[in-house]
């Protein structure tokens, strides 16, 4: 069975930094990418960013472009997402997904939450003014 588990969300001021972690278990992490999608209140939930199973590519919505940054380590099943300038407009429940499909590039399918089978349980990241 496939699990993960976020962990780093926290208050912090504008301007502020976070990071992430997610980590999984019950696939080979190494074979599959990742990605992170986040939920506002009463918004849905939208894409924030996606790696792909070896770390050599991200993509990134263009709200957070320039100032997240996804990497990955496959020694440690984990994924990490840097959270950096953070903006009011970033608060959110962040949630990391694990692909479905074994090796696939990372192409704009990857921002479709359809393309990933599993789900952590969400972080909650809140930017004061």
């Known amino acids: 069975q496939v699990q993960l588990v976020e962990s780093g969300g926290g208050l912090v001021q504008a301007g502020g930094s976070l990071r992430l972690s997610c980590a999984a278990s019950g696939r080979t992490f190494s074979n599959y990418g990742m990605g992170w999608f986040r939920q506002a209140p009463g918004k849905e939930r939208e894409f924030v960013a996606a790696i792909n199973w070896s770390g050599s590519t991200t993509d990134y919505a263009e709200s957070v472009q320039g100032r997240f940054t996804l990497s990955r380590d496959n020694a440690k099943n984990t994924v990490y997402l840097q959270m950096n300038s953070l903006k009011p407009g970033d608060t959110a429940v962040y949630y990391c997904?694990?692909?479905?499909?074994?090796?696939?590039?990372?192409?704009?399918?990857?921002?479709?939450?359809?393309?990933?089978?599993?789900w952590g349980q969400g972080t909650q990241v809140t930017v004061s003014s």
């Open positions: 997904a694990i692909q479905a499909v074994y090796r696939t590039s990372i192409t704009p399918l990857m921002r479709q939450q359809a393309r990933y089978d599993y």
